[in-house]
């Protein structure tokens, strides 16, 4: 039994003086000198090598763990397998996983083969084959005539001139993207494709700035012109085979040169008062145009309704005169009296008259009877002043014959109020043919 409290522990019984020894195989970890004298002898049986194992001292070719002697018997089968080695490790190394969103574009020898979408994907390994990622799914955008702040203005890429000849200081933003096929084109059809489409862009603008009138650009007309110059530079953009889409167009500003600003203030002022007074002019014509072609259809309702009216009275009066025309063919004397009868009839409805009694007056008869009767129906019974001024400017009437019994007595005034000297030769009785 051991004890640690032995002081001889782990030395020689025989003497306690000894130095202590290293401990052997089975009492510790291996030493690093024997891991790597047996790494060496397994590496060197595979190589046909026959395992050396040299004592402490050492001595010739076994005291450093053995010199490499392979065997040649067996040196071919270790270079296949060293070969089979190299060329597994270099055929893994075509094998490449590409990113949603990316494509991954093959060359073979430097010419294009072949674009490999999303997924684990393998291609000959270098130097045959060799590839390049390209994100199609990224957005990009470009600012032409500022950077970042409107206020940062790039003068030389905004200021473009009109079809008017006037000036304009346009800030606009293009965002674009690849085609689904489109990153070889983008690789290898265009030595700078990012820098091509700011160029591109900016001269489209250029154009459809230089094709159109200050007011439109400034107003109303810049969703247009955002329109035309996005259709333009994917034109040029396809014609140049760059492989990318252009997705959006805004202009962020537009606006005349500040040295002009408060002269184009003022215009922008009077067109706005001009586009008042078109409205206000329009809305007064709104009103008085319905108005007017009601009356005017109106009128032609009226005169439509007139012509009916006159055609149907002459159509009844024809109607009736044809039947008055047939019954006077069958009893004209009849017929004739009363036409005269019915003639009377109007003409006394409508107008006064004065009735005379020959039989029972003289023959004397002052003209016109109507004056007489106007003049005397405006003397009232209270009213002598007037009653004898008037007595006084008729002619006095010649003697006449005592009136017959059925006269009206002298001292009573007549039916109409007539004067004296006519009550005596007038009398007014009931109309009898």
């Known amino acids: 039994m051991f004890s640690l409290n032995d ?92 990113q949603e969103g990316q494509v991954a574009v093959v060359t073979k020898f430097g010419k294009y083969k072949s674009t490999l979408g999303p997924g684990l994907q393998w291609r000959l390994p270098y130097p045959i084959e060799s590839h390049q990622m390209v994100n199609i799914s990224q957005l990009r955008t470009f600012e032409v005539g500022f950077r970042g702040n409107a206020r940062n203005k790039i003068l030389p890429e905004s200021l473009m001139l009109t079809n008017d000849e006037n000036i304009v200081d346009v800030q606009f933003v293009v965002q674009y993207r690849l085609m689904t096929n489109g990153a070889p084109d983008y690789l290898f059809k265009t030595t700078h494709p990012d820098q091509s489409v700011r160029q591109v862009a900016e001269t489209a603008m250029r154009e459809v700035v230089g094709k159109k009138p200050m007011d439109v650009i400034l107003y109303s007309g810049r969703t247009e012109v955002a329109t035309d110059v996005q259709k333009l530079t994917q034109s040029i953009l396809d014609r140049y085979q760059t492989g990318i889409q252009i997705s959006t167009v805004a202009i962020q500003n537009v606006q005349p040169p500040e040295q002009v600003q408060a002269a184009f203030d003022d215009a922008v002022k009077a067109g706005q008062d001009r586009e008042r007074q078109i409205n206000e002019g329009n809305a007064y014509a709104s009103k008085v145009l319905p108005e007017a072609q009601g009356q005017a259809a109106r009128l032609v309702q009226e005169a439509e309704g007139y012509r009916a009216k006159v055609e149907g009275d002459a159509k009844g009066d024809a109607a009736r005169f044809n039947s008055i025309e047939a019954e006077y063919a069958k009893a004209p004397d009849i017929l004739r009296e009363r036409l005269y009868l019915a003639t009377m009839q109007d003409i006394f409805e409508s107008s006064s008259k004065v009735m005379v009694d020959t039989q029972s007056g003289n023959n004397l008869l002052y003209l016109p009877l109507d004056k007489i009767m106007q003049q005397v129906a405006r003397v009232t019974p209270g009213n002598t002043g007037s009653t004898a001024a008037a007595a006084a400017d008729t002619p006095a009437p010649a003697p006449a014959p005592k009136a017959p019994k059925s006269a009206v007595p002298a001292t009573q005034s007549g039916p109409m109020g007539l004067p004296a000297p006519l009550r005596d030769s007038l009398s007014i009785n009931r109309y009898a043919r």
């Open 7 to 98: 002081p001889g522990w782990g030395r020689n019984n025989n003497n306690g003086s000894e130095p202590p020894r290293r401990p052997g195989k089975g009492d510790g970890p291996p030493d690093l000198e024997e891991v790597w004298r047996d790494f060496n002898n397994r590496l060197g049986a595979f190589f046909g090598r026959k395992a050396k194992r040299g004592g402490n001292n050492g001595g010739g070719n076994g005291g450093g763990g053995g010199a490499f002697m392979p065997n040649p018997k067996s040196l071919p089968k270790a270079i296949a397998v060293g070969v089979i080695i190299v060329l597994g490790l270099w055929l893994a190394s075509g094998f490449l996983i590409v």
